[in-house]
Structures are given as structure tokens and as C-alpha cells.
């Protein structure tokens, strides 16, 4: 691999802030390798792509293999957008039996490591098989197209194999990430009417096991559209399998046939919902088709990856999440690629198993979020200073911002100096990136995810909708429509419409505050909304907020975001008791541990202030803005002339300072 350093344009001096705003132009060894070599490549395709944009996309989804090919590209009547209308596809045929049926088929498709220890490696000929057997189970217990199947997995193959499983028959995935409670299962069963589950006996984390079975059969006896639990049986604790409802995966598996010839389907056929959070308690059922999702998710990783069969490529998030959907999943494996899979922590049993895996399977283009970043600094170098990662030619960054400090030390001690860093922003809505440097195009600079991909109108908007200066402030929004964004909000339209087309009509507002500098770079600044984002992890302050008042001692909550130093936000509460309680270290940790029974652990507030009052308008309307600046910043800068009770912020002071 290349030793040839992606040097910084302005020198590199001892002047820490010098080095921290410098421009990082990638190697010409790279660029010269890349399918998008220069930024007059990058230009020039970006412009016609932006004037001509049905033409880009269409184009970019005539790489997948249509049964049917589309007679359209695009229908717009903001917020309905249909891509690729009369087309006919099968997402799985195209991440699957594409390569299985060519000179791919013995590839590896996923090399997968437990937590353990133990490994597995399928190849794409495997993984057809395995895909088209369960799709055979799910059609065998009488899944159909449509069907929603919720999933609940541990991070192991049998969790893609069951998303692309549900997918080749058309049915609808929902994946409930692995750390959630039996209540937010409860939540995404109900909303989205799941006949069938698809989940393990448990997973491994920390070298414990996690329990997954256990929370399934709780949300059930709220719930009883569930026809059948499909269980893989990972850890072998013991579970409760009741009969004729439960099955065994292996036992299924079995007696499945290999053959299964996939169906095409019209290319808005619904693909998969996933839940996020969003400004109310209620989280939001993301629903998103299958021709324009797949042809975002795999043109991105062709450009943005510039993943390549010789790459061995590796996104360590969650398939609970987006991210784990569109880079671990489908994009991936639509472009045919090699990847690990990694079932446990970052730190099990130490920070170097990251590091270890690195050079033990020889990845080549590593996909991570900030938050991880900044626990391996913490941890210390001398962990992937132990291992070789000479393999490694490109890095990724997805979640949040990447703060310039983490950002040098991700390129130094990770990237050995050499690899570009594509800092890709962008949604559970959106189904996949939308800003990032094109890796041997763009100048990467720390903190901004650069520039637009090709068929994104990106823009800052201000208050009335007109577009910022440089470095001003404002609204991210995307002016046109892209194949891979979200089409509803799965059994709330109005919901839909309200959240991210009307603040400008006919633009999608994304939540996000940016500015643009004087080069057209992006620099995103966080959630404009009541969302925050800890480690990664969107978590609605409304859903927290509600968690808290089910408790019999709470009678009111407000849950604001403060800096953290390896979270990105930690979460803080503020807590007022119903009369007769009393508050104490005991019902702090009660209150604690009840929100991670209602929504998961991920959502347990670090702090919790017991409060008699809570600062509120008039009209009763709880101000969060100054309990954020409370915990930011320690004090009240703002006007606080509306609010109803002034003596409650001299209380809250006082609290803090405690
Ligand atoms: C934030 C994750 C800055 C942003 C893929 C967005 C980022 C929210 C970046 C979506 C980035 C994601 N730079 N901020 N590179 N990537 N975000 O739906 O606030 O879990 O709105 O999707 O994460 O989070 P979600």
C-alpha cells in the first residue's frame, strides 16, 4: 500500500490552530487511482449532474440490474417523489445474485468476527443461498409482500440475510436497534402493524450476553398480530419458545430450499421503515422504496468509497441504524464488495481490537464515527501504535460533526497521514450521504463535510428563505429531490409535510443548522430542533422527556443537551416531583434506570436535577432554551423577561452549582 503522504497545503508549523484549519489535498497516487481524480472532475460533473439531474441519476440506477427497465426517472409533486416509475426491481437480486451468478461468486461478501472471537467468512454464492432459504421460511410461514417484519438482531450475518430475505419476497424490514427496550419494540410493533419477528436468543457485548428473546416476549403481551419469531440461536442462553409461533432459525433453515427466483417489484414498492427520533415523544417511522433508495445508496459508495474488489472495506456501525442499512448492507453489497462485520465492542477486550481487526483482515477503507474517535484518544495511542494498519487507503466519518482535534488524530495515528478522510453527512431521511469530499477530488479540511455529491442542490437558507452569505449561519436544505430520500413518514403524511417541506415550501428542510464558507464548503453545526445527538445517536428530548413523566414520582421533565466530551451531548433532566416524593440518590438511579427500561440504555440521562419549578412562559410553555444555556455555559445570558416565575432560575443556579 502507498506510503505517499496526503500532505497539508499550508505547512504544517507547531502553530496548533495552523495545523488544525489546514487543508488536506489527497496524494496524487490516490487521485490518479480514483474514479473522480480532480476537483475539475468533481466540478464538471457536479454541474451537469445539478442542471441535468434526472439525467446523473438515471444514468447511476441503469448500473443496477432492472427486471423491468423504468420508462421515467423522476415524478415530483413535492412531497411525493416517485423514481424510476415503471421499472421493476428486486433490491436482494441486486445485492446478491448479481455477483453470485458471476465471476464473484467464491468473493467474500462479508467476513464476519463475533465478539468472541469466532469468525465466519461467506462468500456471495453463500450468501445467495442463505438469503434465498430464509426467503423461502418467511414465504413458507405465510410472509407476504407488504408484510412489515420487525428485527431485532444482534450485530451477525443471519441479521443482513434476514433484511435482504424480507426484501427479495417484498416484504418490509424494520430493524430495532439491539440496545433498545421491550417498550420501544412495543412502540414499532404497534405503529407499524409487524406480523412477524425475526431476532436471536441474544448477542455478545463486553463479554456478556445481551439478552434479545427475553425483551421480544415482553413487547408481546401487549401485542399479538405476531403470527411467528423467527430466533437464531447465538449465544445459547436460555429462552422460552412457545410453540408453533417460535421458531428456531436453524431448524428452519434446514429443511428451506436454495431456490428462489426473486420477483420484480415496482421500484417505489416500500423497502424498509426505520424508526428515528424526531421533536415529539412519538418517534418517526422512515419509510423508504427500493429502486431510488438503492440507487443512492450504491452510486454513493462507487464515489464516495471509491470502493473497488480489491478493497476490503469496514462501517462499524449498527444495522439498528441507518448507516448500518445503507454502508453495511445495501450499498455495499450492490457495489459487490468485500466487508467485515463486527458483532461487539470497540473495547472488547481492549481499545486495540479495532486496530487488531484492521490488520488482521487487511481493511482498506475503514467507515466510524466520531464519538468512537474520541474514546480511542482517550484510551491512548499506545493501542493502534501495537498493530499494522499499512492496509488501510481511505477513512469515513458519519454521526456528527468531527471536531478538527479528533479529525488529525483519526488521519495520523489511524490513516498513518496518508489516507483521505471523507466526512459524509447526512440522514436517517435522506437513505445516504449527501455532502462529502469525493475522496481523491476534494481537499479535505477538519470539520466540514465539504461539498455537495453530484445531483444535490444543497443550500443555507435564512429565516425568510433567502439564501446566506458566506459564513452566515442558517438552514440546511436540499432544493430538489433525490432518488434515495425518505417518502413518508410510515401512517402520518401530514406529519411528513409538516416536518420537512414546510418551513420552505417544495424544499426539504433537514434540522440541521450549517453555514457555507467563501470555497462552497459545508460546515454543519447540530440539530435546530429539540433532537440531540449522543454518540451518534439521534434521541428526540420529547421521547426522554415522556419516559420520565410515565414514572409515578415525576410530574413534569424537561431534557436538554450539554457538551460531552467523548458523547458529542450528554443528556440532562430536569425533574420536578409529584407531592408525596422526595428526591434522593436512590430515585435518581430509579429514574435513570426506568428510561433505559422504556427506551434503552443509549437514552439514560447523565444528569438528572431534582427541581421544584421548571422555567416556563406565561402561557405555560417550558423555556429548554435557558435550562441548555444553564448547563452549557453555567448561566442566563438571554432575555428572561417572559418568563412566569424568575425565582425558579435563581434556583436552578444554585442547583448546578452543587
Ligand atoms: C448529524 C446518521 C455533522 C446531523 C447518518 C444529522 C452530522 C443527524 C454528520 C442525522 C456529519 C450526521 N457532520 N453532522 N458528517 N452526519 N450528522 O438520522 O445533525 O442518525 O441531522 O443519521 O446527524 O442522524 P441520523
Redesign the pocket.
Known amino acids: 500500500m502507498s506510503s505517499a503522504k496526503s500532505k497539508p497545503t499550508k505547512k504544517q508549523t507547531s502553530d496548533h490552530s495552523a495545523a488544525l484549519s489546514a487543508t488536506y489535498k489527497p496524494s496524487a497516487e490516490f487521485s490518479k487511482k480514483a474514479r473522480i481524480g480532480s476537483m475539475a472532475a468533481y466540478e464538471k460533473l457536479y454541474k451537469s449532474s445539478i442542471e441535468k439531474p434526472e439525467k446523473f441519476w438515471g444514468s447511476e440506477a441503469k448500473e443496477l440490474h432492472w427486471q423491468k427497465p423504468f420508462s421515467k426517472v423522476l415524478e415530483w409533486k413535492c412531497p411525493d417523489a416517485k423514481w424510476f416509475t415503471g421499472g421493476k426491481i428486486n433490491v436482494a437480486e441486486n445485492c446478491v445474485d448479481r455477483h453470485a451468478k458471476g465471476p464473484r461468486a467464491n468473493k467474500a461478501a462479508i467476513i464476519f468476527e463475533g465478539e468472541p472471537g469466532d469468525t465466519r467468512t461467506i462468500t456471495y454464492a453463500q450468501l445467495h443461498r442463505e438469503v434465498c432459504q430464509f426467503a423461502n421460511v418467511l414465504l413458507k410461514r405465510g410472509v407476504k409482500a407488504k408484510d412489515r417484519v420487525l428485527i431485532y438482531m444482534p450485530m451477525i450475518p443471519e441479521a443482513a440475510v434476514a433484511m435482504l430475505a424480507c426484501a427479495r419476497i417484498g416484504a418490509v424490514h424494520n430493524v430495532v436497534f439491539g440496545g433498545f427496550a421491550s417498550e420501544a419494540i412495543l412502540d414499532r410493533l404497534e405503529d407499524s402493524g409487524a406480523t412477524a419477528i425475526i431476532t436471536a436468543d441474544g448477542g455478545w457485548r463486553r463479554g456478556k450476553i445481551i439478552p434479545l428473546k427475553p425483551a421480544v416476549d415482553e413487547a408481546l403481551k401487549k401485542y399479538s398480530k405476531v403470527k411467528n419469531i423467527f430466533v437464531v440461536n447465538r449465544t445459547g442462553n436460555e429462552v422460552s419458545m412457545k410453540a408453533k409461533r417460535d421458531l428456531w432459525w436453524h431448524e428452519e433453515m434446514a429443511s428451506a430450499s436454495a431456490k428462489h427466483e426473486p420477483k420484480g417489484f415496482d421500484s417505489e414498492h416500500p423497502l424498509f421503515i426505520l424508526y ?1 427520533s424526531g421533536s415529539t415523544g412519538k418517534p418517526k417511522g422512515i419509510l423508504h422504496t427500493s429502486g431510488g433508495y438503492l440507487t443512492g445508496t450504491y452510486s454513493t459508495c462507487k464515489y464516495i468509497f471509491d470502493m473497488r474488489d480489491e478493497d476490503v472495506y469496514w462501517c462499524t456501525a449498527d444495522v439498528g ?3 448500518g442499512h445503507s454502508y453495511i448492507v445495501y450499498g455495499p453489497l450492490a457495489n459487490g464488495a468485500t466487508q467485515v462485520m463486527y458483532e461487539g465492542a470497540p473495547n472488547q477486550p481492549d481499545f486495540g481490537r479495532f486496530w487488531k481487526m484492521i490488520e488482521q483482515h487487511r481493511v482498506s477503507i475503514f467507515y466510524t464515527a466520531p464519538t468512537a474517535i474520541r474514546a480511542f484518544i482517550k484510551a491512548g495511542d499506545e493501542f493502534p501504535e501495537k498493530y499494522d494498519l499499512s492496509s488501510l487507503r481511505l477513512l469515513g ?6 471536531n478538527p482535534e479528533a479529525w488529525h488524530w483519526y488521519h495520523e495515528k489511524i490513516g498513518g497521514g496518508r489516507c483521505p478522510i471523507v ?7 435522506t437513505g445516504a450521504i449527501l455532502i462529502s469530499p469525493i475522496p481523491g477530488a476534494t481537499s479535505c479540511i477538519p470539520g466540514t ?1 465539504t461539498r455537495p455529491f453530484f445531483g444535490i442542490d444543497a443550500a443555507i437558507l435564512d429565516d425568510a428563505g433567502n439564501e446566506c452569505p458566506p459564513n452566515v449561519d442558517g438552514r440546511l436544505v436540499i432544493r430538489k429531490p433525490w432518488p434515495s430520500m425518505t417518502r413518508t413518514i410510515y401512517g402520518d403524511k401530514a406529519r411528513f409535510k409538516k416536518t420537512y417541506f414546510s418551513d420552505y415550501p417544495g424544499l426539504y428542510t ?3 443548522g450549517a453555514r457555507r464558507d467563501k470555497k462552497g464548503n459545508f460546515w ?1 453545526i ?2 435546530l430542533d429539540d433532537v440531540l ?1 449522543v454518540s ?3 434521541l428526540g428530548t420529547a421521547e426522554i422527556e415522556s419516559a420520565l413523566v410515565a414514572h409515578p414520582a415525576v410530574a413534569e421533565a424537561a431534557v436538554v443537551g450539554r457538551p460531552h466530551d467523548l458523547k458529542g451531548q450528554a443528556v440532562a433532566a430536569f425533574v420536578t416531583l409529584k407531592i408525596g416524593y422526595e428526591a434522593s440518590a436512590q430515585l435518581e438511579n430509579e429514574l435513570r434506570n426506568h428510561v433505559g427500561h422504556v427506551i434503552g440504555a443509549i437514552a439514560k440521562p447523565d444528569d438528572i436535577y431534582f427541581t421544584p419549578g421548571l422555567p416556563k412562559t406565561r402561557s405555560g410553555k417550558i423555556i429548554r432554551r435557558l435550562l441548555k444555556e444553564l448547563v452549557t455555559i453555567g448561566t442566563i445570558s438571554g432575555n428572561i423577561t417572559t418568563l412566569d416565575d424568575i425565582t425558579v432560575i435563581d434556583h436552578l443556579k444554585i442547583l448546578l452549582k452543587k
Not at 466519518?397 to 468531527?402: D, K, Y
Open positions: 428515528t441504524w441507518i448507516t466519518s458519519v454521526g456528527e460533526p468531527i466526512d459524509t453527512w447526512w440522514q436517517t431521511e463535510a433537514a434540522g440541521d454543519i447540530g440539530r445527538n451518534g445517536h439521534r
